[in-house]
């Protein structure tokens, strides 16, 4: 009777899938440009890099955020003592002034109906004990974020039921998805809460168009049930179209105090936008004063440090700093965005078009022996061991095609993802040429399988993997 | 082609179960003293006549020694000049937690206990305070429905922790003021039957050493005792020792892990031990809390499920710096120790002079006093109006006992650590008129306290 609980004996954690694996791979052989060139490249980390030396020199020319003072007087005292649920009020305020920022300003957000928590991570599984019962489903288009599985699922007994989208159109959600993912449920005898997006989407990149969103409103309005809109790439957006958050649709539909709008919620972090995924700040944000009420006494399992609530709201308080810092990063994802995608393109490969997000998702179906998973997987072990590239396998995301892989491209310096866009030419190339190669001499002996192969057959691999990156 | 309507759903969409539950506890007394609190508080200039907080267990007394090290150490609470130190932090969010600190925390761990024991740091894991991991161990431990024995009386703060979002339930062990509420083998073994009586599956023990809200050390014998009922019922052991650092002499403390090193570490692996930096190091707002797990699998599924509740890296990073500091350290357990005794002597005196007698206590943050003798009835009723008159009367905000469920009326949590001596004594001598008054014989005799308020509020305006 001393056996652990089902939750703590299961395998909802998701860490035993081929997501984790490839970060395994990359801890044991990780690439670095002077001790380890030959080493794996990490490339399946959602990290935003790029714009550290902006809030490095903010924090130098802004010693008293760090350093427990408020004009030159130390709050220490009062920050050691703050561990009220509402939060700092200071930093909700700039924090929803930096939300309202990213939007363009078209939406205004009501810091009391904002709840923090220690990441989207503890904000999304919050939104389900919140929002669903153990057994009831949430649907969520496909392809998404991996860590969703364990997020959403694994202690709250929630269910994921998969929307979909295919490359025909390019992953957009269509009225007959939804559809068939609600009957689907059904069928399985879910009863369905709600529907939950990435938008900008993790994997894909892309932004949601208002048509899309139009017709998740339609949906949850019909049925009577929730959206839960993940926004935390939402100042990602690099590119038009420009991000288009669902409380800008819900107010041009005039929906203020409907019923549709108390049962509309979405989630923040800094840890994408402003690249501070160790500090753990998260959000909530509901129209629904019950939901607000709930999730903030839940939030008392995952507060954010007040020590950091303070130096956040220092910093996001600095609007000067935050409409610089919002131009500039974005400009500097947009330059690298274009590096991999010419990069790709070098080596024959397309990725969808896309204009937000720390990544892009890339179109490999061509180099697969066959149109299944396992070819993929094959292909993406390959890319691991032989390419040395770390990068997310399509079917770890559920994607319902077998080829696409999500590769991240603001985690590294620009000479790390140049040596990875050659690699990864070169493998190509020689791939190609081996193809032609077999295509040509139908009738030679067959060749012995590449040494690669037996390497890849022994995945002992069980070494424990931090996994909140995105 | 329309969306249709789905016949099926109900009208309206609800919130969950747990959504609206009120397993969250908050409307209790326990947080109605908070609210009176927070509408009139007490400020020695501005409003003297306020509600005095000693409802709240907090660790005031040395922020002093915790300022004087940031001062001193600014690289605590930066980076350093170089470009990598800054980066490095901000991206951290690995769950295996920073490794400088939980070496830290462990020897700080250590040097609590007087190094009688030692903390592997990989056996650490890191959560945002000792509520989540409270939570989490409970998550880990027991399914839905099954139940934790927990010793009464307890932290109210319990009720939420384990049970809100878990679906576990609480048994109590029932203890008893005649052996100044100590757990014995009798009332271990009568909550077990208790829960198998109600088809209830017991998964584990919680205890709280040093006590919440008694304010004492549970002594050798009694760990020994509870350590070999778990063993016999095969049941897990959780220790929230987050007053550990709080205890008034140095070697009252007994952890379980003595325990567990004298007896080489058999069974061991059913025990687990919470802390946290809240109330050792005044803290509460820094949210850091740990899991010293002596179970393998319990260490892994605890770091997984730790990513719901991480400590911020920031954090991580000045604490570190400030715990491997032994001379820091050292230097802090040891005075932190003497200003609880000193402020524990000064409310008892006050208490005992005023004619209250508490619980003899040794550690934490607060008294555990005895009202009994002014109950008007020995009911949870009595003791809920003799809590409102200190509340409104008397203008102190207390804890109940029957908030944390003891099983004796009459029994209040004072805190004594969350304010200034000056306070302290202005809070002592509004008790003492109050008491004054009771014994006198202006009051009519069914006890109506409300006559003391003017008086008590008179006296509240002379100098101490």
């Not at chain 2, 932190?336 to 402020?343: A, D, G, P, V």
């Not at chain 2, 040794?362 to 109950?375: D, I, K, R, V, Y």
Request: net charge neutral; with cysteine; aromatic share 10%.
């Amino acid at each position: 009777m001393r056996q652990l609980s089902t939750k703590a004996t299961c395998n909802s954690h998701g860490q035993d899938s081929s997501y984790f694996l490839g970060w395994q791979e990359y801890e044991k052989n990780p690439y670095d440009e002077v001790r380890n060139p030959k080493g794996i490249i990490q490339m399946g980390l959602a990290e935003n890099q790029l714009s550290f030396d902006l809030l490095e020199s903010w924090l130098t020319e802004n010693p008293d955020a760090a350093g427990f003072k408020r004009g030159g007087e130390s709050i220490f005292r009062e920050l050691a003592l703050f561990q009220d649920y509402h939060g700092l009020p200071d930093f909700k305020k700039a924090l929803v002034e930096f939300m309202a920022e990213t939007r363009g300003n078209k939406v205004s957000f009501n810091p009391n109906h904002l709840v923090l928590t220690a990441g989207a991570t503890s904000a999304n599984e919050t939104l389900m004990f919140c929002l669903a019962e153990a057994g009831e489903a949430f649907l969520l288009p496909t392809p998404y974020y991996p860590g969703f599985d364990r997020d959403l699922k694994w202690r709250t007994g929630v269910e994921i039921v998969p929307i979909h989208c295919t490359s025909s159109n390019d992953f957009q959600i269509t009225e007959s998805a939804l559809e068939e993912a609600y009957q689907e449920a059904h069928k399985r005898n879910l009863r369905v809460k709600g529907v939950l997006v990435t938008n900008p989407s993790n994997p894909l990149g892309t932004t949601m168009s208002r048509s899309e969103l139009n017709l998740l409103i339609n949906f949850i309005t019909a049925k009577n049930i929730h959206l839960i809109s993940d926004e935390i790439y939402s100042g990602t957006v690099f590119r038009s179209p420009g991000f288009v958050s669902v409380m800008e649709v819900l107010k041009d539909r005039n929906c203020d105090n409907t019923q549709v709008w108390n049962r509309v919620h979405i989630v923040y972090s800094l840890s994408k936008d402003l690249g501070l995924p160790g500090f753990r700040v998260g959000a909530i944000y509901s129209n629904d004063e019950m939901v607000v009420a709930a999730a903030t006494k839940m939030s008392s399992f995952g507060l954010v440090s007040s020590q950091t609530q303070y130096l956040l709201s220092a910093l996001l308080s600095d609007k000067k700093f935050t409409k610089n810092y919002l131009s500039e990063n974005q400009k500097r994802l947009e330059q690298r965005h274009k590096m991999l995608v010419r990069g790709l393109r070098k080596a024959g490969i397309s990725c969808l078009e896309s204009n937000a997000g720390l990544f892009c998702w890339v179109d490999m179906r061509h180099l697969l022996r066959s149109n299944t998973f396992d070819a993929e997987m094959d292909l993406w072990k390959k890319i691991v061991y032989a390419v040395g590239l770390n990068i997310s396998p399509g079917h770890s995301c559920h994607c319902a095609e077998p080829g696409w892989f999500r590769v991240c491209f603001a985690n590294m310096s620009e000479k790390t993802l140049n040596l990875a866009m050659q690699r990864l030419k070169a493998f190509v190339v020689d791939s190609t040429a081996k193809l032609n190669n077999h295509h040509s001499s139908k009738n030679s002996k067959r060749k012995s399988s590449p040494k690669w192969v037996f390497r890849l057959l022994s995945r002992d691999c069980h070494r424990d993997r931090e996994s909140d990156e995105r | 082609m329309a969306i249709e309507i789905d016949d099926h759903q109900q009208p309206s969409v609800e919130l969950s179960k747990v959504a609206v539950s009120e397993t969250h506890g908050e409307d209790s007394p326990y947080f109605a003293g908070w609210k009176a609190y927070d509408e009139d508080p007490y400020h020695e200039l501005n409003n003297p006549l306020g509600v005095i907080q000693m409802g709240l267990a907090e660790n005031q007394v040395s922020f002093d020694l915790l300022e004087e090290y940031l001062e001193k150490h600014s690289e605590a609470s930066s980076w350093g000049k170089g470009a990598s130190g800054f980066r490095e932090n901000a991206l951290f969010q690995d769950y295996h937690g920073l490794k400088s600190f939980r070496k830290a925390m462990a020897s700080f761990m250590e040097q609590i206990r007087g190094g009688r024991v030692k903390f592997d740091p990989e056996r650490i894991v890191l959560t945002a305070g000792a509520t989540a991991a409270n939570e989490l161990l409970t998550f880990i431990l027991a399914d839905p429905s099954d139940a934790l024995l927990v010793p009464t009386p307890y932290y109210p703060g319990f009720d939420r922790d384990l049970r809100w979002r878990t679906g576990v339930k609480i048994v109590p062990i029932h203890c008893e003021s005649s052996n100044n509420f100590q757990i014995t083998p009798e009332a271990l073994e009568a909550a077990y039957s208790n829960a198998e009586a109600m088809n209830i599956k017991v998964r584990g023990v919680l205890i709280t050493n040093p006590s919440n809200p008694l304010g004492a050390t549970i002594q050798r014998s009694v760990l020994e005792e509870i350590f070999d009922f778990v063993t016999r019922k095969n049941i897990h052991l959780v220790s929230d020792e987050i007053y550990s650092g709080s205890v008034f002499s140095p070697t009252e403390f007994v952890s379980v892990a003595e325990i567990l090193e004298a007896r080489k570490f058999k069974d061991s692996e059913r025990v687990h031990i919470v802390y946290s930096l809240s109330k050792d190091l005044g803290l509460p707002g820094f949210r850091v809390g740990t899991i010293y797990s002596y179970n393998d699998k319990v260490v892994t599924t605890a770091r997984r499920m730790s990513s719901f509740t991480l400590i911020s890296s920031q954090t991580q990073h000045l604490l570190a710096s400030m715990l491997s500091n032994k001379a820091f350290t050292e230097n802090y357990i040891k005075i932190n120790r003497e200003r609880l005794r000193k402020r524990y002597e000064m409310i008892i005196e006050g208490l005992r002079s005023a004619g209250i007698e508490c619980l003899k206590g040794n550690a934490g943050l607060f008294c555990w006093m005895n009202l009994s003798p002014l109950l008007d009835e020995p009911t949870r009723e009595g003791e809920l109006a003799l809590w409102n008159s200190m509340l409104h009367e008397v203008k102190l905000n207390i804890s109940p006992g029957s908030s944390c469920h003891c099983s004796e009326p009459g029994w209040f949590r004072v805190c004594f650590a969350n304010m200034s001596e000056l306070t302290l004594q202005v809070a002592l001598k509004r008790i003492h008129i109050f008491m004054e008054q009771l014994r006198s014989s202006t009051l009519a005799s069914n006890q109506d306290y409300s006559g003391c308020r003017f008086l008590v509020l008179q006296v509240a305006r002379q100098p101490i």
